[in-house]
């Protein structure tokens, strides 16, 4: 939604609107980094016994079962497990396939929080990057990987946010491809002297 502020004149700056726009505010946030670190996974499905290890990625990340206590510094201690899902590809008979899998681990890190008096609520979001380095089958259910991962743990909360904005993008019409576009229009600029 734009709220018009003067948009029939143009400001010194160009500027000539206001927008609301809907997004997420990041109140403070964190990185876990571990290096040459090795994962044990627990996987959903059964794995066959012939399977080879090929790849893993991380997919997703979420806190579970988590505590917040406030500090009398501003800061809030944030004890719980984070549960990271992976996607884990094996190969079996000269056929891939690809299985959820997860990894928990318990963390224990220091946030700045919103306000408890606050009435939008806020959520702790966590993104999870992974270098695998070497990762083998060591079960029906288990897979070792080793390599790097990286932890991004954020407090958001929703926000709608004031901005001066120039308006609305206004695109120019798009040149055809067709055997009559170029009598229809010029395609390339002209320079002094072409008619």
Same mark, same amino acid.
């Given at each position: 939604m734009a709220v018009k502020a003067g948009c029939g004149g143009n400001f010194e700056d160009g500027l000539c609107c206001r927008m609301v726009i809907e997004t997420k505010r990041v109140f403070d946030g964190c990185a876990f980094t571990d290096? &040459?670190?090795t994962l044990a996974l627990t996987t959903d499905g059964q794995i066959p016994q012939?399977?080879?290890?090929?790849?893993?990625?991380?997919?997703?990340?979420? #806190?579970?079962?988590?505590s917040v206590t406030r500090c009398s510094d501003g800061c809030s201690r944030i004890c719980g497990e984070i549960v990271t899902r992976f996607?884990?590809?094996?190969?079996? &008979?000269?056929v #891939?396939?690809?299985?959820?899998?997860?990894?928990?681990?318990h963390k224990d890190f220091l946030l700045r #929080?919103?306000?408890?008096n606050a #009435?939008?609520?806020?959520?702790?979001?966590?993104?999870t990057y992974n270098a695998v380095v070497g990762g083998a089958i060591v079960g029906s259910n288990s897979v070792s990987i080793t390599g790097c991962i990286l932890q991004l743990i954020k407090a958001v909360a929703p926000v709608d946010i004031l901005v001066p904005t120039y308006g609305y993008c206004k695109y120019p019409p798009c040149t055809g491809c067709g055997v009559c576009s170029?009598?229809?229009s010029r395609i390339f600029?002209?320079?002094?002297?072409?008619?």
């Amino acid at each position: 939604m734009a709220v018009k502020a003067g948009c029939g004149g143009n400001f010194e700056d160009g500027l000539c609107c206001r927008m609301v726009i809907e997004t997420k505010r990041v109140f403070d946030g964190c990185a876990f980094t571990d290096e &040459n670190v090795t994962l044990a996974l627990t996987t959903d499905g059964q794995i066959p016994q012939q399977a080879t290890f090929v790849a893993a990625r991380a997919v997703s990340s979420e #806190l579970e079962s988590y505590s917040v206590t406030r500090c009398s510094d501003g800061c809030s201690r944030i004890c719980g497990e984070i549960v990271t899902r992976f996607a884990v590809t094996y190969s079996a &008979n000269g056929v #891939l396939t690809t299985v959820p899998a997860y990894y928990r681990e318990h963390k224990d890190f220091l946030l700045r #929080l919103p306000d408890n008096n606050a #009435l939008v609520p806020y959520s702790i979001e966590i993104q999870t990057y992974n270098a695998v380095v070497g990762g083998a089958i060591v079960g029906s259910n288990s897979v070792s990987i080793t390599g790097c991962i990286l932890q991004l743990i954020k407090a958001v909360a929703p926000v709608d946010i004031l901005v001066p904005t120039y308006g609305y993008c206004k695109y120019p019409p798009c040149t055809g491809c067709g055997v009559c576009s170029g009598i229809r229009s010029r395609i390339f600029p002209s320079f002094d002297g072409d008619e």
